[in-house]
């Protein structure tokens, strides 16, 4: 090693003067708060439908037990349905989509739920 190259700062170097842009991109973005990773979106949505499939059985268990009704069956049915499709819409990487269904959805069973069921 030469004394020239002694004196020679590590970042002059070639290749490592500038690091990748797409990583850089990466970090200012997580620095900068702006959200989730696409594979983290994915997991989230997937847990939160996979939770309310759940809730929305035991509650379809619970209003069973109260009034045997088919209305009752048709309307948690189908919520339990609706997270089943986001579960497979996130899977898919369709997670906006997944959010507006699930949203709209469940909201529209309970809306059901208080308007029509006994």
Do not use: H
């Amino acid at each position: 090693m030469s004394a020239s190259d002694q004196d020679t700062p590590a970042a002059e170097t070639p290749g490592t003067d500038e690091p990748d842009e797409a990583v850089v991109e990466e970090e200012e973005g997580r620095e900068s708060g702006e959200g989730m990773t696409p594979k983290q979106a994915r997991r989230l949505r997937v847990a939160a439908a996979s939770v309310l499939l759940v809730a929305m059985g035991v509650v379809l268990v619970i209003r069973l037990a109260t009034s045997t009704s088919v209305l009752v069956v048709g309307v948690y049915g189908l919520a339990m349905i609706l997270c089943g499709i986001v579960i497979e819409l996130s899977r898919n990487g369709r997670t906006r989509l997944g959010t507006w269904l699930l949203v709209s959805g469940l909201a529209a069973a309970l809306a059901l739920d208080w308007l029509v069921l006994p």
